[in-house]
């Protein structure tokens, strides 16, 4: 069964099954989107970013219009989310600018609740579970995904590094503000996460960590939200949603 079967199996059609990301089945009320394994942690996958709106060319994406208009559907006309596994094929990774392309799909489809931050959208389980660095112990066997987690982290844990990111960027979270030693008195002082602003997983090659540029303080609940997605939240991306949830609280 080809992607095209699977999804008409379902009831389910688009505008172009050439390029289309997602598919909507207008008589069951439920929108299907391939949900890619290099966006998947903790059983949440990136299906949606503005940033998608063009390609790395520079041209617009036709697909992109379509698939906000099937998130329009889940938020606002009540329709069901569901999606189903695509392996990601890194056939255009030489130069970078290649459409992405599906080496493998599971024809199974999962319903997901749809959570948006800022301009992105996910698809999430109830429950989600993320294991961060911290929570590793030393001599417990690594995954490969937490291994790069914990390649990132040896940045984030050097007393070297870590000051000199502090001295500069002080100690409150750059996401939320939260200040420990404000809150907690004494016993709070210089306590705070210290982020790695691009993992190493997409910088692709060996260099030299900046202090100042490449890390950031955030506090513990922050750096969970930044993690709990993949790619990486963006600081400012957080910091974004949560202005935007205050306005409308």
């Known amino acids: 069964m080809n992607r095209k079967q699977f999804i008409q199996s379902h009831g389910a059609t688009c505008a172009n099954w050439t390029w289309s990301w997602s598919f ?34 520079g041209r617009k994406q036709p697909a992109y219009a379509q698939s906000r208009e099937h998130i ?3 938020e606002e ?8 596994p695509m392996i990601y094929s890194d056939a255009n990774e030489e130069d970078g600018t290649g459409p992405a ?11 997901k609740e749809l959570i948006r931050v800022d301009s992105s959208w996910y698809a999430s389980d109830d429950a989600v579970t993320q294991l961060l660095p911290e929570e590793l112990a030393a001599n417990e066997e ?35 503000s939260f ?12 306590y705070i996460h210290v982020h790695h602003v691009v993992p190493l997983s997409e910088t692709r090659e060996e260099y030299i960590v900046d202090p100042v ?3 950031i303080p955030v506090c513990p609940n922050c750096h969970a939200m930044i993690h709990s997605a993949r790619p990486a939240l963006g600081v400012e991306q957080l910091k974004q949603h949560l202005q935007h949830r205050e306005k409308t609280i």
């Open 101 to 111: 392309k599906i080496e493998g799909f599971t024809p199974e489809l999962t319903h």
């Open 24 to 57: 909507v089945n207008q008589d069951e009320k439920l929108v299907i989107f391939g949900a890619w394994d290099i966006n998947e942690v903790g059983g949440r996958s990136l299906i949606l970013s503005s940033d998608w709106e063009m390609s790395r060319r």
């Open 213 to 215: 540029n490449d890390l």
């Open 142 to 176: 690594l995954i490969e995904g937490a291994s790069k987690a914990v390649t990132v982290n040896s940045y984030e844990r050097n007393p070297v590094a870590r000051e000199k990111c502090l001295a500069h960027h002080g100690y409150a979270c750059a996401v939320c």
């Open 179 to 190: 200040d420990f030693q404000e809150f907690y008195g004494s016993i709070g002082k210089h």
């Open 77 to 84: 006309e009540g329709y069901q989310l569901a999606t189903f």
């Open 72 to 74: 329009r559907l889940v």
